[in-house]
């Protein structure tokens, strides 16, 4: 048990706190492991829509257009699962 110095409504006291408890280095692990997984399902198909919008850019005749534009041509032309080509690469790496 530890002793803090807080302020309760502008008034300074003294509290006893609970030491905290250490975490095992698995579960910190687990923890970063699935946020990683998280973060590339999501953050994967914006990258290749942004990978398609500038490979775009690359041919002369072509004009520009937005990422929802891109998004939407990629669903109708490829599926909705060509999005997501590649994450597996992306997960084992």
Do not use: W
């Not at 807080?6 to 905290?20: E, L, M, S």
């Not at 690359?58 to 994450?87: C, D, H, N, W």
Request: positive net charge; charged residues 20%; hydrophobic residues 40%.
């Amino acid at each position: 048990m530890s002793l803090s110095l807080v302020r309760d409504n502008g008034r300074p006291g003294i509290v006893a706190t609970a030491a905290k408890k250490k975490k095992h280095p698995l579960e910190h692990f687990l923890a970063g492991g699935t946020a990683g997984l998280v973060e590339s399902s999501c953050c994967h198909p914006l990258d290749t829509i942004k990978t398609r919008m500038q490979l775009r850019k690359q041919i002369a005749s072509a004009k520009s257009i937005g990422p929802l534009t891109t998004a939407t041509r990629i669903i109708k032309r490829e599926g909705f699962f060509s999005l997501y080509k590649v994450l597996t690469a992306v997960y084992t790496g």
